[in-house]
């Protein structure tokens, strides 16, 4: 698969041979063996066309909690960077330069919490240059508690526009404009953790690109103490790249180190505090990261982890058998997870672990990721050199 095509439309847009090989070349790059990619039981089988039930009708619509209030954004407006959103620390030495992005999304404002609550105590480095990114404070202005979901862009998903083909292309958009704007930022980042929260019950993880730097760095991150220990790489996204997908990130012989971090549920002070914890680990470690791939120390193991298969949901009426949580894992190969139209949607291999689950997809729209744990410990290239 070529580069311009995995950063265009992921895994998931390929045809079904080469996602296939696709897929199981990444399992190789994670570790794992051949035999650990292959399935135990078909994904979808067909059901009888007639049945009592139509499942995914005349429910209700979700009620979401905001037992987080947003946050006030105001001192972000122009910035001494002139730039909106955009507040940067130089140390005026020699050293990695650190980037962190949040609210790529309007309604995901737990990460303006947290990079306002830094702000405000201010910060006093000892190398490098640190730059905070607040990436879309217009689809913020928006955000309306009754009906908080609607602020998650203006025009389109901000996190799928970071391929350059739509960078330097020359269709506009709210979102895009933003990303050219910011771009420059993201293109001299030596590390870059991008905040994100979830809209649906799920444990925190972090996600990182199939490229070996940017695993150390999650992994780097996962072993501090109350951070997510799990380390997701996932197989993309169809609608295109995100911010950690950047060429800057994903060239082969590149230096610049991504990941990004699913705090926990979008309204909730639980996610400020993970999305806290994940800064100052990687403020504390960004030397030891940057030039040897590791930190120096930790409080736990990462577990890495790997996904299969993105279940697209096919029909207005997916459903799941019960409302999953993200980070759930199903022991039998087997096992029911959803309806999807006439299709009933099964794990296909024992042990299953489940990402994200969109509790209400439409129609195209991504509805759970399906994904395997790796049997062996991450080990960064200087480790294993070691």
């Not at 650990?36 to 049945?51: V, Y």
């Not at 609550?117 to 480095?125: A, D, I, K, M």
């Not at 139209?341 to 042990?351: C, K, M, V």
Request: proline share 7%; hydrophobic share 40%; with cysteine.
């Amino acid at each position: 698969m070529s580069y311009a095509l995995w950063c265009s439309y992921g895994f998931a847009g390929l045809p079904d041979e080469e996602r296939s090989s696709s897929c199981q070349s990444v399992l190789e790059w994670a570790g794992m063996s051949c035999k650990a990619g292959q399935r135990h039981h078909p994904i979808r089988i067909r059901q009888p066309r007639l049945s009592e039930t139509l499942p995914g009708f005349g429910q209700p619509s979700p009620v979401f909690a905001v037992s987080l209030p947003p946050p006030d954004l105001s001192m972000w407006r122009m910035p001494p960077a002139g730039i909106p959103g955009v507040w940067i620390f130089d140390s005026g030495r020699s050293g990695p330069e650190i980037v962190i992005t949040a609210m790529v999304h309007g309604n995901e404002y737990a990460g303006g919490w947290a990079l306002e609550n830094f702000r405000r105590r201010g910060l006093s480095l000892t190398s490098g240059r640190l730059t905070f990114i607040l990436a879309n404070l217009e689809a913020f202005d928006r955000f309306d508690i009754r009906n908080p979901v609607l602020a998650r862009h203006v025009d389109e998903d901000l996190n799928r526009l970071w391929h350059s083909t739509r960078l330097n292309g020359r269709d506009h958009s709210s979102e895009l404009e933003r990303a050219r704007q910011l771009q420059p930022y993201i293109a001299r980042a030596d590390l870059l953790l991008d905040l994100h929260s979830t809209l649906w019950p799920s444990e925190p993880l972090f996600i990182a690109s199939p490229r070996q730097r940017s695993a150390e760095l999650a992994c780097a991150l996962a072993a501090g103490r109350n951070l997510p220990q799990t380390v997701l790489t996932d197989l993309g996204h169809q609608g295109g790249s995100r911010l950690i997908e950047h060429a800057h990130f994903m060239s082969p012989g590149g230096t610049g180190r991504s990941c990004l971090l699913e705090a926990g549920f979008h309204w909730e002070a639980g996610t400020v505090t993970v999305m806290e914890s994940a800064i100052e680990r990687l403020l504390v470690q960004a030397e030891a990261i940057h030039l040897r791939g590791h930190a120096t120390q930790g409080a736990c193991e990462p577990e890495m982890a790997v996904v299969t298969d993105n279940i697209i949901a096919r029909h207005a009426d997916f459903s799941f058998v019960r409302p999953w949580e993200g980070g759930v894992t199903i022991p039998k190969a087997g096992t029911p997870l959803a309806h999807d139209g006439h299709d009933l949607i099964y794990t296909p291999y024992d042990e299953c672990l489940l990402i994200m689950p969109n509790l209400r997809p439409r129609r195209g729209q991504l509805a759970v990721r399906l994904a395997r744990r790796t049997a062996a410990p991450f080990r960064s290239q200087a480790e294993a050199r070691s």
